[in-house]
């Protein structure tokens, strides 16, 4: 575990006249990031620590996570605690948050984030793959938050999240299981912005296009050699379907994630929150 003592995050206006800098007031809120080694699940808890926020970090490797627990909290000054484990292994999720209440006695705001399942197409995919990849983009998730509910519903302002991607609103070449059961996750969210109303969870799913991750070089080489292009020719060519001109930060999503977790925004509830560039030409 990696601990440092809160330090006071002071919030100066803008030297620009007339814009004041926004304060989320999210310090000492608690968050518990998963996939937060690296890319995305880091830009995140990155975002939200710049903001105040305490922080709980998972991921399947523990070098990675123990180096960046450590950054953050000497770049920050908010107590990280971090926890080798598997985002798609149901049975941890209990002593997890047993862990997260004895260390922060509380929980505001849970992010969701875990690799993709396999690239390949209907006639690629085994039954196996299938069924871990509806428990690690559904199940997984559906059960953190039941389990976590009543820490949750102690917050002043309770947040769930889910990382999908855009493939909830357009179906991505060789990314089958993605686009199979990614949209199911916008269905949870709605269902839940109903169900937990009462209880103050506001629920959202963050659908980030092409960002500049391991996942995306991934995709790139599975490109590369299904069309016999060249990996800087696929890239090339994603890049250049972005209207914004270039892939995503990881930090687009983190801001994003962290005016979403503040009660400045508690009306917004059940959304799926498109972070590309203006890629999806969807309506």
Known sequence: MIFSEPVAVVYEPSHISGIKTMDLELKGHVALV?????????????SLAAEG????????SHDPL?????????KHGVRVHFHQADSANLSEIPSLLKVIETDFGRLDIIVCNSGG???????DLTP?????????LLAAPAYMLQLALPLLRRSPAPRFFIVTSSSTRVPVAGLTLSNTFR????GLIKSLTDELAADRVC?????????????????????SEKFQKTQDQVRDEMVA?????????????????AFLSARKSDYLRGGNWLVDGGLVKGI
């Open 34 to 46: 998963q996939g937060a080694s690296k890319g995305i699940g880091r830009g995140i808890a990155e």
């Open 241 to 257: 379907a972005i209207p914004a001109g270039r892939l995503g930060d990881v930090a687009d999503i983190g801001n994003l994630v």
């Open 183 to 186: 949209p199911g996750i916008v």
């Open 66 to 74: 123990k180096k960046t627990a450590e950054e953050i909290a000497a």
């Open 128 to 136: 196996e793959q299938w069924s871990e990849a509806g428990k690690l």
């Open 53 to 60: 926020c305490h922080l709980f970090l998972t991921a399947r």
């Open 117 to 123: 399942p396999p690239a390949g197409g209907i006639k």
């Open 203 to 223: 629920c959202h799913s963050i659908a980030p296009g092409r960002f500049d991750t391991d996942r995306l070089s991934h995709l790139i080489k599975v490109q």
